[in-house]
């Protein structure tokens, strides 16, 4: 299906899908390094710095279950920030395209309902 | 001193009894819905997909439903009430792994994709080698992991109904009822699933994770009132009672232990905790039943909304099960769990009992909290086993059978039933490898589906979606490459000879000192993929410009 596939390619090449790409990646592949990594360092003292995890800070709740415990928040902030981003940066750009393949997709309905998976 | 279950045989029977009756009633309830979703399911969507009908919430429910376990909630409860604040790194693992799905996988395999993981994997790539490859991963991770749970049933219901080595209960010893358990649930596991379909199993995981989650929170209620809600004092008495002081809320008694004077023992116990970490963090995206929950919705908004809702849902899951853990920790204490089961399984029913002891009303209390939270890890196994199930009989029948045998030429009709029968192929096998395997210790098969999933799945899955030069031979070697490393290293592992604890303890050919291959195979199974891609020439620029443009924007999604 040559028609269509020349669409995609040129969707590709357009400006507003390189801005989606670029604002998508630009969230997602730092934020993914950055959870690894404090994740990493959490499970690394948890290993190596047990002296540290130990220290008690109110009562009977140390380092250790602190650090869990903002394990826990780190993700909920990261979900629900990711979520507000995704709103408001990637999807209005998301939808202009899909309305672009929609309108110009007329003649090729027939061949994408599949997904050329056939 | 607390009383063990089944120290008055009076009460004991009863609670049988009412565990019984209320396993029966959910029984009823699931089954109920399995027919009504029957007669709603007409289509291969319906049957794969549940009619892509399902709500954020709904599947939020649902998803949370597949990925909380009996492993999850006795087993991690048990590890904190046993070896304290160490249980708490498997619930971080667990759920910090949720973010790779949400920014990485679950919006855009959505998006790509119809039914299966395959879909995505193929989606550029020549069609039946790859479908292949990710039918055998598929089908690999989802029997392990339906093995683990499905032996676990058959250990938990003679604890869970107190049948002892020396009685008998309905005529049967301990041993016939751990296999008549393993063949019941097995054959409810194929009914859902065969019956019900997608929208039947989803279902089946909103109820399963409203009670979970329901009796999971009035016990928390119970633990934090007793200590007047102050955490600090739950902690300390829970370190106080477990004879281990301190160190009781440190990490370091179960994982990455150090051995005095054995600098090798406690490098590679230190290891083995990073490699499970890891493991546990990158496994989640890449198990084959949870992908398949993201096509149940309508679209990647929603897909995306779901996996919000999970992460909520999930999160206060693991909070619940740290004071469950403690809770049983410093109200039972640790010498009354490890008399019931030594894995400390027990510990959440054992709690159950004490507070409804203690604060529903005595012996009767006990004996209803006991049975209500007994019928809530049954109706745990349950939906996991049919979730994992209906992910490894749709890979075999819409990838192995439809693509690769049909080439792609099978009716929907034809499709769907070819679906069915794979349910009740994989289930009769499972059954039949479970009781096989039910006298065998297989708890490390859970961590070994992480591993595989997280080895061969998910590179696999980040390169289709985000690598342009990625190729056949690529997703070939990735999932293969991933697939063989972590299986043969845990083959060679502690885990299954060579050690106490082993599947095979009276043999040993190990050399991988590890008991978790994750930090050597996700490494490898990266390095497999990248490799295969470069020693290929093949690169389809057009349907990577397809698969980008639809991933991102939701053109033509199904």
Known sequence: ?118 | MAPQILAAEASASGSRTLTITLFLVFVAITLGITIWASRQTKTATDFYAGGRQFSGFQNGMAIGGDYMSAASFLGIAGLIALYGYDGFLYSIGFLVAWLVALLLVAEFLRNSGRFTMADVLAFRMRQRPVRTAASVSTIVVSVFYLIAQMVGAGALVSLLLGIKPDTTFLGMDANTAKIATIILVGALMIIYVTVGGMKGTTYVQIVKAFMLMTGALIMVLLVLAHYKFNLSALLGAAAEQSGKGSAFLEPGLRYGVETAGDAAKTFYSKMDLLSLGLALVLGTAGLPHILTRFYTVPTSRIARKSVLWAIGIIGTFYLFTLALGFGAAAIVGGADITAQDKAGNTAAPQLAQQLGLDYLGGETGGAIMLAVIAAVAFATILAVVAGLTLASSSSLAHDFYASVIKRGNASERDEVRVARYSALLIGAISIALSIFAQSLNVAFLVALAFAVAASANLPAILYSLFWRRFNTSGALWSIYGGLASAVILVFFSPVVSGSATAMFPDSDWHFFPLSNPGIISIPLGFFFGWLGTILSKETDPEKYAELEVRSLTGHGAH
Request: charged fraction near 20%; aromatic fraction near 14%; charge should be neutral.
């Open chain 1, 1 to 118: 299906m040559p028609a269509s596939a020349e669409k995609y390619l040129e969707v590709q090449r357009s400006e507003e899908f390189a801005q989606l790409r670029h604002r998508l990646r630009r969230y997602i592949f730092p934020t993914t390094v950055a959870f690894i990594v404090w994740y990493a360092l959490y499970v690394l003292l948890s290993a190596y710095a047990r002296d540290f995890m130990a220290v008690k800070l109110i009562g009977n709740v140390n380092v250790a279950l602190v650090f869990g415990l903002l394990q826990f928040v780190s993700t909920f902030l990261i979900a629900w920030h990711y979520s507000r981003y995704a709103a408001k940066e990637l999807d209005p750009l998301a939808d202009d395209l899909h309305a672009t393949l929609e309108n110009g997709a007329v003649e090729t309905a027939a061949t994408t309902t599949d997904g050329g998976k056939a």
